[in-house]
């Protein structure tokens, strides 16, 4: 990684079905090996699953998901003296956005539903509800940056 420079953020283009720029970056984390349509559709379908169930708007669920699942303190490791500490950080609002949509995608991915759009809409719904396997990744990181609050005078 160069320390020259700070790497440019790319301008990421809405979604053609909602115009949100979340969701086309939730699709592209959900894309593999350059399958966009593969990944519209498995989205776009997941969020009509979730707009039956729930009877809300999907975009709406989608969001309150995302804000759920959103970390807002991380641990870092630091290294002083030969030891290395684990420190609790604040996280700035773009990585937390980031995390959770990762953390989401790994959930979907390893429920055991059959289609991927079924789990997609199930990891949905269940964080939207505050419950799921990405919601236990947000309050174990949590809980390792709460039991190692000692070391946050560490802290750069």
């Given amino acids: 990684m160069s320390r020259r420079h700070a790497a440019a953020k790319?301008?990421?283009?809405?979604?053609?079905?909602?115009?949100d720029i979340v969701v086309s970056k939730f699709m592209n984390c959900l894309?593999?090996?350059g399958k966009k349509s593969a990944a519209e559709r498995i989205l776009y379908?997941?969020?009509?699953?979730v707009q039956s169930k729930s009877g809300q708007d999907a975009v709406e669920v989608f969001h309150k998901a995302l804000e759920v699942v959103s970390p807002s303190v991380e641990i870092r490791s630091r290294r002083i003296g030969g030891a290395t500490y684990p420190i609790p950080v604040e996280v700035r609002a773009d990585r937390a956005q980031a995390l959770?949509?990762?953390?989401?995608i790994t959930a979907?991915?390893?429920?055991p539903e059959h289609t991927m759009v079924d789990r997609v809409a199930g990891e949905l719904l269940d964080a939207s509800n505050e419950r799921g396997e990405a919601v236990k990744k947000r309050e174990n990181t949590h809980k390792m940056a709460e039991a190692n609050r000692v070391f946050a005078h560490y802290r750069w």
Avoid at 10 to 19: C, L, P
Avoid at 100 to 104: E, K
Avoid at 108 to 111: H, L, N, T
């Fill in 108 to 111: 979907a991915r390893k429920r």
């Fill in 10 to 19: 790319r301008e990421v283009n809405v979604d053609s079905k909602y115009g």
């Fill in 100 to 104: 959770s949509i990762r953390w989401l």
């Fill in 31 to 33: 894309m593999y090996d």
């Fill in 45 to 49: 379908h997941a969020l009509d699953i």
